[in-house]
């Protein structure tokens, strides 16, 4: 597609654009807004530069991609409940955004989007892996795709599976985050099908992670764990990559319904500052 109102510079081949040009203030339903999400639609990331957003201003971006939603582990600021603070400081060594994932896929309706915006960031390092989980599925087998009909995944809000420790040793090292819930962590679970079809392009995509699938249902997690880790590891592969380079200023906003993100922990001894909001409560299918 032609874009008439920014520049749109691609990332990689398999996913994620710059945007350039873009005024996010704009508060009508510009042609602006239109390319914007056939942009969503087609880049799956977008790392939209050179925006000077408040609180108010995110909260009404978030909301041309759908209502918000709460995050269940950590409070959200003062007067923005669905917007939460990500900050590492520089004495600490644990950020938050590690580990591939899809966010919050442990809840029933899981969000379509994720916004995040830079306010601080590092003179180098802190980027985001992403990675196109329908361009993933495509290049499966035809024998794993049958396969893969109708299973159903069962993803935990505990962090089971993370290196260095669950859910509760995880944040209790990211001080900076104000934590709740962190008692019922795996009480959140959700069964969500493996592969889910995309509600605006019919596309197949693979929904799973190593960090929140922990077992197939109607499986042991000893049986599932060799297929999760398989297309785990199949959706990460350099080819269906990209990375997201942050500054001060920029908006990233990407579909959970088609990627894993990984946030690389490569900046200690500077700090990093971020607001996130996720929208869209869905339930995939």
């Not at 009480?187 to 190593?210: M, N, Q, W």
Request: overall charge neutral; aromatic content about 10%; proline content about 6%.
């Amino acid at each position: 597609m032609t874009y008439q109102t920014m520049d749109v510079r691609p990332l990689a081949g398999a996913l994620g654009a710059e945007i350039y040009g873009a005024d996010l203030k704009a508060r009508d339903d510009s042609p602006m807004w239109i390319e914007l999400r056939q942009a969503f639609i087609e880049y799956h990331v977008l790392a939209i530069r050179g925006q000077d957003m408040s609180q108010d201003d995110m909260m009404r971006v978030g909301g041309k991609f759908g209502e918000p939603c709460f995050y269940p582990f950590a409070k959200g600021m003062e007067g923005y409940p669905y917007i939460t603070e990500v900050i590492k400081e520089k004495h600490e060594r644990e950020n938050f955004g590690a580990d591939w994932h899809t966010d919050t896929m442990y809840l029933e309706k899981p969000p379509r989007a994720t916004l995040l915006y830079a306010l601080e960031t590092p003179p180098r390092g802190g980027d985001t892996l992403y990675v196109n989980t329908a361009a993933a599925y495509d290049a499966l087998s035809g024998g794993m795709k049958k396969m893969l009909e109708g299973l159903v995944g069962v993803s935990s809000g505990g962090l089971k599976n993370k290196k260095g420790g669950d859910r509760v040793a995880h944040l209790s090292r990211i001080g900076s985050m104000t934590s709740q819930n962190l008692d019922k962590a795996t009480a959140f679970e959700s069964r969500h099908p493996i592969v889910r079809t995309h509600p605006d392009t019919g596309r197949k995509s693979l929904y799973l992670s190593c960090l929140h699938t922990v077992c197939l249902d109607g499986f042991t997690e000893d049986e599932s764990r060799p297929l999760i880790k398989f297309l785990n590891d199949h959706c990460t592969e350099p080819e269906f990559s990209c990375r997201v380079r942050w500054e001060p200023g920029q908006l990233t906003v990407w579909d959970n319904r088609t990627t894993m993100h990984n946030a690389v922990n490569d900046y200690h001894g500077f700090r990093r500052r971020m607001r996130r909001l996720t929208v869209g409560p869905e339930v995939p299918v």
